[in-house]
């Protein structure tokens, strides 16, 4: 495994330590934090996702990062990029799709620290990963989730809006909106 770390001003992006399960698994309790997603999470579901986001990392290179205060090293949450667990329609078949994503404890939300740490990270994605692509979906009513991507220069791609394949038809999360961001130039973020 990668010991990557990105920093920004305030925050610290890391591998997972076992010392960041508990801090993760409160959050991913929080039924205000897991509103847009499918249920909140047991302790086991919460250690599973850390661990696939270790395997991520030791596969790709990159992964939802551990992310922490700077000054404080406090837990926030996590951000980064990872590989969709399933096929998506609107990724193209001769790259592979990267999603970039964030969850952060409810108590550091309008703090600007998803928008703060996504930005590090797509500068990540397009400088030494030199990815073609990052895309971002979440439901059309996450606005709060839709602000960051807008924030950090994705375009919302309405003619590649899906409705998710993990869920059922008609669920109130299936329908998803996609945002797409792209390097201006190889390895030069978009302004």
Not at 18 to 39: H, I, K, T, W, Y
Not at 50 to 73: I, M, N, P
Not at 141 to 157: F, K, P, T
């Amino acid at each position: 495994m990668s010991d990557l770390r990105l920093t920004t001003r305030r925050l610290r992006l890391r591998s997972w330590r076992d010392s960041d399960r508990s801090p993760f698994a409160a959050m991913n309790a929080d039924p205000a934090v897991c509103e847009f997603l499918p249920g909140t999470l047991t302790r086991e579901q919460s250690d599973a996702l850390v661990d696939r986001f270790r395997a991520l990392e030791a596969e790709h290179g990159f992964t939802g990062w551990a992310v922490e205060e700077t000054a404080t090293g406090t837990f926030v949450g996590y951000v980064g990029l990872v590989v969709p667990r399933f096929e998506p329609p609107f990724a193209h078949a001769s790259e592979p799709c990267v999603e970039i994503g964030w969850r952060l404890a409810r108590r550091f939300w309008g703090q600007g620290y998803a928008t703060e740490a996504a930005q590090a990270c797509l500068e990540h994605a397009f400088g030494p990963l030199a990815l073609p692509e990052v895309v971002s979906f979440t439901v059309p009513a996450n606005a709060r989730s839709r602000a960051v991507m807008e924030r950090i220069g994705m375009a919302h791609d309405a003619g590649s809006d899906f409705d998710h394949p993990a869920l059922p038809a008609g669920d109130r999360l299936s329908h998803h909106v996609l945002y797409r961001a792209v390097p201006a130039r190889p390895g030069i973020m978009p302004t």
